[in-house]
Each structure stands twice: as C-alpha cells, then as structure tokens.
C-alpha cells in the first residue's frame, strides 16, 4: 500500500515536472519570437518610403506585391492590430520556418483583396485574434508604404481538414492561428474601408 | 374568341422559328470558302498612302470551333482566344520584330484603305508601318482578326478600322516599365526568375532579370522617344501561357499557367504546446492528490 503510494506521488511529481518544462518551453519561445518580430519589424519601418508615390497597383492589381529583404527574409509590410497592441512584419511566403519570425502570406494579394495570413498561436502573435470583436480595425502597411484599413466582419472556426473553406467568400482580408486543442483554425475574416 | 387564340399561337410560332434561324445559319462554315479582309486606315488631315500593312497567318481554322496554329507561330506558348485578342496582337507582334518573321502578303494603303483577299479560314495578324508627318509619328495599332468572323452570319468580307496612337517627335527621352504578372495560384513550378528583352525598332537592345529581387518590375530608362518599342519575354516557362499588354508606358508580361493542379490537404499547424502543458500539469496534480490520499489512507489503518 505505501509502495502504490510512491509509485502515485512519483508519478505526479513526474508530470508536473514536463508539465512545467513544456510551460516554461513556450513562455521562452514566445518570448523569442516576439522580441525577432520586434527587431525585424524596426528594420522594415525604416525601409519603408513615407511618401508613396507608386501607385502601380491601382492600375495593376494582379501584380505581385512588392518585397523587403531583412536578415534574409522577405516581407510584404506590416500588420497593426491596435485593439490587441500587436504589431507585426508580415513575412512574404509561409513556411514552417517563416511561422517562428512573424505571420506569413498563406495566399492571395492585398492588391487584389484576398489576401489570407497565417501566424502562430503566440501570444503576440494571432493567439490572441480570437478577442476581436466586429469592427475592431486591422491596419497593413506595404513595402511602398500604402496603408490599408480593415474591419472585422465575423469569425469563424474552421475544422483543419476543411482546406477549401478557408478560401470560401468574398473578403478583403482573412487571419488565422490554430484553436488551443491544434484541431481547428480561429480565423477572423476583413473588410477593407476608407483610409483614415 | 377562337380565332384570335389561333392568331396567337401562329403568331408565337414565328417568334419562335424566328429565334431559332439565325443559330442554324451561323452553324453553316464552310471551310473551303477564302476571305477577304479589308482595312480602313484614316487620320485627319494626314496621308496614309504610303503607309504598309503586313499580313501574317497565325493559325487555321479547322471548324467552327478550333484553330490550328500555323508552323510560323507554333513555337510560342500563347492560346487564342478571342477575348484576348488585343493584347496577343501585340504580343506577337514582338515575336514578329524580333525573329523577323516574314509576312504571308503585304500591300500599302490606297485612297485610305488596304485589302487582302483570297485567305484561307483561319486567325490573322496585321502589324503596320509607322508614319511621321509634320513633326508627329502615327503608329497603327496591330490587330488579330479571325477570318471568316462570326457576326450574326459567317462573313467572309471582313472589314474592320484601324485605331493609331499618334506622339509628337521629340528628343526628350522617356521610360519604360515592366511588370510581370503571375496568374499561377502561387505554384511551385514559377521560375525564380524570368528574362525580358526590349526591343526596339526591332532589336533587342536591353535585356532584364526579372525576379523577387526585384519585386518582378523593372524600368528602362532614357530611351528614345521617337522609336518603336515592344517587349518579349525571352523564354517562358513549360506549362506557362504568355501575353503582354501595354497601358501608357507600362508593360505587362502574364503567365497563365494552363492546368491547375488541385490542392487537398490540411490547413497547417499554427499550435502552441501549452495544451500539453496544462494536461501534464493536471495530471500531476491528479496523481500527487492520489498519492496522498493512499499514503494517508494507508497511514490511518496503521
């Protein structure tokens, strides 16, 4: 009897233990990814004109939308989320590797309003994209220093497998991260409005 | 009463057979009949007589339906549609300046206008000389036209009129863009980079990489302004369809890629662990609470 016992607080002890490990595993890599996201973002506002004056898209909307190389990654601007204080570098194409430096472009255009984004579940990054309520504002900035003001629309949850669902609809602008279970992506859906 | 139900349905009759008359016509193509092709070219108070149009077949037509392109034009990855006429007339036109590709028949204009006659079924290209007269350039827009065309009928004298751009001469110079578009859903067979030559008067005299470097746009500057310019790019990539069209001073290069593979999958993982954080954290707890409660158990009986 006393040795089940041992074998119980044995166990327990060894749980929380990786239990711990595993929280404190996260706080640092999100911590990490946050502080590159950071520097990253400094060096991309500095390249960025104040003056647009290429308005290229407008007359060209299918073109491919403009790049900054910073560290050897390439962004197509940055995303604003001030109701949450998020401010993010949008890096150019999505990749496993590119999730842990910022949100990627998963597909789409901002020229051609469908673009989608896709980030990690971080805190600073889209853990947070669930909080939004409708009309909250998303701000992007591109590479040539043209701003985009969106609303939130609704939000939806999308089962991981429903691939095509993402790309179902007419919005301007789509965000999506992973549910806290990793089963299905919290995605928020756009609509761009007047500059302000 | 009853007669003017019959005079209804009479009437509704020929409605009918009425809508239904022109499809059967327009149905009736005969391949063996040869077209004619007339163009008219005027510009106000400016003589055009002795400007020249070349005629280049690009393709035949083998029924109502298809074309066929010809051996001259095979090599180059367009298709013909005829939505898409105005920017692959262009297109090939670059084709046609850069590979000195000779024309099928030639003829100037006389008293404003130009005919071909006695072509075969099929699609065409008329690309015309440049005019400069009093201290102004007028360059004919080229054109595809498909012989005979489907109006309400086949029509197997076709006449169409000729737009023109017309510039002052100067010697200022002026630039060029290009933009590349990609109409390919973000596939991995896009090339890392593509070529595109700028021609003018028909040589190549600039050639550019286009690619992520440099955001797939680049300007040509300091160029002349007096002189004739289209673009090529120079090798397009298997599977991709080309054309380019030209808004002021802007070049668009497309590529279409022609199938579209179909995408299946799972959306990708954006997680977090902490999930797995929480669970061990709860299981611990649970398997300490057990542990105590059996020690105490155990400690009680005792």
Redesign the interface.
């Known amino acids: 009897?006393?040795q089940?016992?041992?074998?119980?607080?044995?166990?327990?002890?060894?749980?929380?233990?990786?239990?711990?490990f595993?929280?404190g595993?996260?706080l640092y890599?999100?911590e990490k990814a946050s502080l590159v996201a950071e520097e990253a973002l400094m060096d991309l506002k500095e390249e960025i004109e104040d003056n647009p004056s290429k308005e290229?898209y407008v007359?060209?909307p299918?073109?491919?939308?403009?790049?900054k190389k910073i560290r050897g990654k390439?962004y197509i601007g940055w995303i604003a989320i001030p109701s949450l204080g998020i401010e993010l570098p949008v890096l150019?194409e999505?990749s496993e590797s590119n999730?842990k430096l910022g949100p990627n472009r998963?597909?789409g255009s901002l020229y051609q309003d469908n673009m989608i984004l896709?980030?990690?579940?971080?805190r600073n990054y889209?853990?947070r994209i669930g909080q939004l309520k409708k009309q909250d504002q998303v701000i992007f900035t591109d590479v040539d220093g043209h701003v985009f003001v969106y609303e939130v629309i609704q939000k939806e949850t999308?089962r991981?497998?429903?691939?095509?669902k993402?790309r179902e609809g007419d919005w301007d602008l789509t965000l999506?991260?992973?549910?806290?279970?990793?089963q299905s992506?919290t995605t928020i859906r756009l609509r761009r409005i007047e500059m302000i | 009463m009853k007669k003017n139900k019959i005079w209804i349905s009479l009437l509704f009759l020929g409605m009918i057979s009425f809508l239904f008359l022109p499809t059967t016509q327009a149905k009736e193509f005969n391949p063996e009949k040869k077209s004619s092709l007339t163009l008219f070219y005027e510009i106000e108070e400016v003589d055009t007589s002795d400007v020249s149009f070349s005629l280049y077949q690009v393709a035949y037509r083998k029924d109502s339906k298809t074309y066929e392109i010809t051996k001259d034009f095979q090599k180059y990855p367009i298709v013909l549609k005829e939505e898409n006429f105005k920017d692959l007339a262009f297109t090939l036109e670059g084709y046609v300046f850069r590979d000195d590709i000779k024309p099928y028949q030639e003829a100037k204009v006389k008293n404003q206008k130009v005919t071909f006659s006695s072509l075969e079924p099929g699609v065409y290209l008329v690309i015309g000389t440049a005019k400069k007269e009093k201290g102004m350039i007028y360059t004919p827009e080229s054109i595809l036209v498909s012989l005979p065309n489907l109006e309400e009928d086949w029509n197997y004298q076709v006449e169409a009129n000729l737009k023109y751009e017309s510039r002052e001469e100067t010697d200022q110079k002026l630039s060029k863009?290009v933009?590349?578009?990609?109409?390919d859903?973000?596939s991995k067979d896009r090339p890392n980079q593509i070529t595109v030559e700028l021609l003018k008067d028909g040589e190549v005299v600039e050639s550019v990489e286009l690619s992520?470097e440099n955001?797939?746009?680049y300007t040509f500057s300091e160029l002349e302004a007096n002189a004739r310019y289209q673009v090529v790019e120079k090798e397009v990539e298997k599977g991709y369809t080309v054309w380019v069209s030209e808004?002021k001073n802007?070049y668009?290069i497309?590529n279409l890629q022609e199938e579209k593979k179909e995408?299946?999958?799972?959306?990708?993982?954006?997680?977090?662990?902490?999930?797995?954080?929480?669970?061990?954290?709860?299981?611990?707890?649970?398997?300490?609470?057990?542990?105590?409660?059996?020690?105490k158990?155990?400690e009680t009986?005792e």
Do not use: Q
Not at chain 1, 4 to 20: E, M, R
Not at chain 1, 160 to 164: C, H, L, S
Not at chain 2, 179 to 183: G, R, T, Y
């Open positions: 009897m006393k089940k016992s041992n074998i119980f607080l044995l166990l327990g002890l060894l749980f929380l233990g990786l239990g711990l595993l929280a595993y996260n890599e999100e290229e007359k060209n299918d073109m491919e939308m403009p790049t390439r150019d999505y999730l998963y597909e896709i980030a990690h579940a971080y889209f853990g999308i991981k497998e429903d691939f095509e993402m999506f991260t992973c549910t806290f279970d990793n992506r | 863009t933009l590349k578009i990609w109409k859903e973000e992520k955001d797939w746009r808004e802007t668009m497309t995408s299946t999958g799972t959306l990708p993982n954006t997680g977090t662990t902490w999930i797995y954080a929480v669970l061990f954290l709860g299981m611990g707890g649970i398997f300490l609470l057990l542990g105590l409660l059996t020690r158990k155990h009986k």
